[in-house]
């Protein structure tokens, strides 16, 4: 037995069913009567103009408001964007809740009120098709139908001829900016001062630096910053010191007025957390996730400066090497400044962080100032190019066949890379073995290869030397003497003047006291005096006891790892800038 509740909704059932089977079945069909052009079994809402014949179904239809027993595809009244709703009593229809960037009685007309259309700043206007298209009108250097997409070709982008390569799909680009040109969009020309950049010094503060070495780096950076004018709108500074880890004393968004932030550098001491290794790597990668961000006061369009201070002997070489590639591949047109900082430089691993020679200084003096400030506040026209005059002395008598072929080689890749043309950096050449003797003055070659010519010709041990005990007597003092009168004689006061000497700097007592003092002359005198020495055999301690600075102490040679190109750091101090306020 059913229950009279299944039969009753079974019942209801079927009536249902009939009655949308019967709608289903309900033709709507246009039967000729006479010369009308239409008409329907049914008539349809609005009449029987609504009537028509829909190829789709092979019969005829009504044109419908959303819901009329005539009607199939209702959804269709409101492209599928919206919910129909009838008006006048079925007759007509209205579409309510238009998805976004719709709008229209069919929700068929662009929205562009709806800002979905049309990035980057770009201008929607509705009036294409009849308002159910758009179009965008794109901020300069952008372009696509959204202006989604960068365009290289705008004069914004990549300005004064650099070449603009696109990346992520078209959304970004970078640029190769022409000689003479930098910044993110080639936009400030190098000869014209402009006074806005972002700097930040990270200074080696691990154990092999000592207290003396830490004074010293304090007074760089703020003779460094006094030189620059500060704020917002023009400079801004931060300092990083690090050993096992890094930490940032101020950032760049800490803004300091002149004297402030000179206090502040004064203040500054070496937390007692970070002692010990020397973690170069962990200071670059610091900096590059955090120094920069505009949450610490980072620019985005400005150029950004790092001055690094170390000894370049860091704990994880590699590391520290990778972690600068990284840093100068993160930020476009990066600069890094190896400075050279401590009681002895290892130059190789300077080199390798800013990867570039004219990027190395020493600590001493101000050239990597003035480089910064050229290529910042005071433009090429400020800025002139100076060039020493070079005395290049070898002390023949202290090295083994070997020994002075790896040294010649040194003076042959730094000869090669200065500009000797046009009375710019001039060299003279001397050795000594048992008599001292000039080989050439300052003036007497004007190209590289000439004066290299000459050094292979005359820079040579002697037959009777491999016997004669006298030769291997290490007194230097007169060839020092002789380098001092060729200054006197031949050397321009304005130039700036460096000897560079070859030894292994091994002498007896009495000879180095003479040495000691003729050396002093000479840095009286106002020379700098860079000490060349090969292998583990060079008196280290003479050698920095007699350069100018730690930074002119090189010990070339394979055991050290210390390749003969390491010399190179040497080429921003012989031919450097001098600017005019
Ligand atoms: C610039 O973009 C090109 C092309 O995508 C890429 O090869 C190059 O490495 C990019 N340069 C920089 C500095 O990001
Ligand atoms: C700060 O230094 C800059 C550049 O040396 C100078 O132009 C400016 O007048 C100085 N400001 C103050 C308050 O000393
Ligand atoms: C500088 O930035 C670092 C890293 O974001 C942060 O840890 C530190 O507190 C900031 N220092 C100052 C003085 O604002
Ligand atoms: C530097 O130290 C002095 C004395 O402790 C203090 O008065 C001053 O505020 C500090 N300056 C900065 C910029 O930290
Ligand atoms: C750096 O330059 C300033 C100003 O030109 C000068 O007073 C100072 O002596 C220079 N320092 C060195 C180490 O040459
Ligand atoms: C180079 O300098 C010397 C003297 O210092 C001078 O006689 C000569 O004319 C100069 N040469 C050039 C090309 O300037
Ligand atoms: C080294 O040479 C100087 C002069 O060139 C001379 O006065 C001195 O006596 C010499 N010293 C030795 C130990 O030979």
């Known amino acids: 037995m059913l229950s009279p509740t299944v039969i009753y909704g079974s019942a209801l059932l079927v009536f249902t069913w ?20 239409s008409n329907c079994y049914h008539s349809c809402p609005g009449g029987d103009g609504n009537c028509y014949f829909d190829n789709n179904i092979n019969d005829f239809r009504c044109k419908c408001p959303c819901w009329s027993k005539y009607c199939g595809y209702l959804e269709e009244n409101c492209n599928n964007r919206g919910t129909c709703v009838a008006m006048s009593g079925n007759t007509d229809f209205t579409c309510n809740n238009c998805i976004a960037g719709w709008k229209g009685k069919r929700c068929h007309l662009i929205d562009c009120d709806s800002g979905l259309y049309c990035t980057n700043e770009g201008v929607c206007v509705d009036d294409i098709n009849g308002g159910t298209d758009y179009r965008c009108i794109c901020k300069e250097g952008w372009t696509g139908k959204d202006c989604q997409f960068i365009d290289c070709s705008s004069p914004i982008r990549c300005m004064n001829e650099g070449q603009c390569h696109l990346q992520n799909g078209g959304k970004e680009f970078n640029c190769t900016c022409a000689d003479g040109y930098l910044g993110d969009n080639c936009q400030i020309d190098m000869c014209s001062p402009y006074k806005i950049a972002d700097i930040v010094f990270i200074i080696d503060v ?35 010191l690090y050993a096992s880890e890094p930490h940032a004393v101020f950032n760049l968004s800490n803004t300091y007025d002149n004297n402030t932030i000179i206090d502040a550098v004064d203040n500054v001491t070496i937390p007692d957390d970070i002692h010990g290794a020397t973690f170069t790597d962990k200071a670059l990668a610091f900096v590059k996730d955090h120094s920069f961000v505009t949450t610490n006061g980072g620019r985005a369009d400005v150029d950004r400066y790092i001055i690094i201070l170390t000894d370049g002997m860091s704990s994880k070489s590699i590391e520290t090497v990778n972690q600068a590639k990284e840093l100068r591949l993160s930020y476009p047109n990066i600069r890094i400044k190896s400075i050279g900082s401590g009681k002895y430089v290892f130059h190789k691993e300077l080199l390798d962080i800013c990867a570039s020679l004219l990027n190395v200084f020493p600590q001493h003096g101000n050239d990597s100032v003035r480089s910064v400030q050229k290529s910042t506040m005071y433009g090429c026209k400020r800025c002139t190019k100076s060039y020493s005059d070079v005395a290049v002395a070898f002390d023949i008598s202290s090295f083994n066949y070997g020994q002075l072929d790896a040294v010649l080689k040194t003076a042959e ?13 001039r060299v003279s050449l001397s050795t000594y073995e048992s008599v001292a003797e000039e080989v050439f003055e300052f003036d007497k070659y004007r190209t590289s290869y000439d004066m290299i010519t000459a050094m292979n010709k005359h820079v040579q041990k002697r037959e009777t030397c491999k016997k004669d005990g006298q030769c291997s007597r290490t007194n230097i003092s007169s060839l020092l003497q002789d380098i001092s009168s060729e200054f006197h004689l031949n050397s321009e006061k304005s130039r700036r003047k460096a000897v560079i000497i070859f030894s292994q700097f091994t002498f007896d007592k009495d000879s180095s006291e003479h040495v000691f003092r003729e050396i002093q002359n000479l840095k009286d005198d106002g020379v700098f005096v860079v000490v060349v020495g090969e292998g583990p055999k060079a008196n280290i301690d003479n050698m920095l006891k007699l350069s100018t600075t730690p930074f002119f102490t090189f010990i070339i040679g394979e055991d050290l790892n210390t390749p003969i190109e390491a010399i190179l750091a040497l080429l921003s101090t012989l031919e450097y800038d001098i600017c005019f306020a």
């Open 413 to 425: 890749a730094l000869i090669t890379n200065l500009h000797t043309d046009n009375n710019q950096t």
């Open 206 to 240: 691990s154990d092999s630096q000592d207290r003396k070495v830490f004074d010293e780096q304090k007074n760089f950076v703020k003779y460094f910053i006094a030189q620059f004018p500060l704020g917002p709108d023009h400079f801004q500074f931060s300092l990083v």
């Open 18 to 37: 009939q009655f949308l089977e019967g709608l289903q079945e309900e033709k709507h069909t246009r039967v000729k009567r006479g010369a009308a052009p």
